[in-house]
């Protein structure tokens, strides 16, 4: 299996503009999480799925920032319009089932960097 | 590629003892930072400790310490006084400028 693939790998952007970061879960896994990892602030869930369905977004920061799962093999995390601080590395992660002690598959990020 | 690895799918420790998670990972860089994160069933990823690959002195956070052994490129955890909230599953993880790799994480259960 390839893993949890997300893309892009790297995106610079300008303040204001759209982000739309990419993942792809690993087949046949029923979860799937979107991080956002600063060293200010650690490893932050942001919001996750189960099964397609939006489970808990309690972590997405604000209104700019909006998360879709269309289909058991991709989802997407778009970010409208960014700013500076949303500069971060998005992590997508998928595991099957859940229950507590299943591993987490982690992809290698999206380093988003906004000028 | 680098690489991040915990030998220890589950470990298991008794009401105020002390476990030890181990962790190697690989990379040929020279500068780099190694963390510990917990995380409970809520799917939060808690910081438990870190360590900046150029300082040799062992990071420590109360309970929590490591054993940073460069040279092998071992990163442990070391939990002391082991408490019923420290059960959760442990992920080291590894970070250069421009890339981050995680383990498969450690499943750790205390028996009261």
């Known amino acids: 299996d390839a893993g949890v693939i997300q893309s892009p790998r790297h995106e610079v952007t300008e303040m204001g503009q759209e982000v739309t970061l990419r993942c792809k879960p690993i087949?046949?896994?029923?979860?799937l999480f979107w991080y956002r990892q600063t060293m200010m602030r650690g490893l932050e869930l942001l919001i996750y799925?189960?099964?397609?369905?939006?489970?808990?977004d309690s972590g997405m920061p604000e209104d700019r920032f909006s998360a879709k799962m269309p289909n058991a093999s991709f989802s997407t995390l778009k970010i409208q319009p960014s700013e500076p601080r949303d500069s971060a590395v998005y992590f997508c992660a998928s595991t099957l089932g859940g229950l507590f002690g299943n591993t987490i598959y982690f992809g290698e990020g999206s380093w988003l960097t906004v000028v | 590629a680098q690489t991040v690895t915990q030998s220890q799918p589950e470990m298991s420790v008794q009401e105020a003892e002390t476990v030890t998670l181990s962790c190697t990972y690989d990379t040929s860089e020279s500068d780099y930072y190694l963390f510990w994160y917990k995380q409970p069933p809520s799917r939060q990823m808690i910081l438990v400790i870190r360590q900046e690959a150029y300082k040799q002195q062992n990071a420590t956070e109360n309970r929590f310490s490591v054993n940073f052994q460069k040279a092998a490129k071992s990163f442990s955890l070391k939990i002391s006084d082991s408490q019923l909230g420290d059960a959760a599953m442990y992920f080291c993880a590894y970070r250069t400028n421009n890339d981050m790799r995680f383990g498969a994480g450690t499943r750790l259960t205390v028996k009261p």
């Open positions: 799925f189960n099964n397609n369905v939006p489970i808990d």
């Open positions: 087949s046949g896994h029923d979860y």
